[in-house]
Nanobody, 111 residues
Framework: VQLVESGGGLVQPGGSLRLSCAGS????????MRWYRQAPGKERELVAG????????NYADFVKGRFTISRDNAKTAVYLQMNSLKSEDTAMYFC?????WGQGTQVTVSS
């Protein structure tokens, strides 16, 4: 099983980034997919989730209206579109499927 995140980087406040997570080695379309994040000195927290077929999504209150999770089961990929980024969104972002985790991609929001 492998989950590989990409798309992180440095962005100014108010900017946007799109994270991607490529899954392999498991039946991707059968799994709920989630994005988590962890800032230095803080616990990992759930950002967003999407059902196996993409019909149901949920978001943490702190990203509602700014982030959008989506998936493409044909490409075995899940995405996180992040708009109106704030400095407090700075964290390592992780892709998750059940007990499987990616290595993370760093998002830094700073001027």
């Amino acid at each position: 099983v492998q989950l590989v995140e990409s798309g992180g980087g440095l962005v100014q406040p108010g900017g946007s980034l799109r994270l991607s997570c490529a899954g392999s080695g498991f039946t991707f379309s059968s799994y709920v997919m989630r994005w988590y994040r962890q800032a230095p000195g803080k616990e990992r927290e759930l950002v967003a989730g999407i059902s196996s077929l993409g019909g149901v999504t949920n978001y943490a209150d702190f990203v509602k209206g700014r982030f959008t999770i989506s998936r493409d089961n044909a490409k075995t990929a899940v995405y996180l579109q992040m708009n109106s980024l704030k400095s407090e969104d700075t964290a390592m972002y992780f892709c998750n499927a059940w007990t499987y985790w990616g290595q993370g991609t760093q998002v830094t929001v700073s001027s």
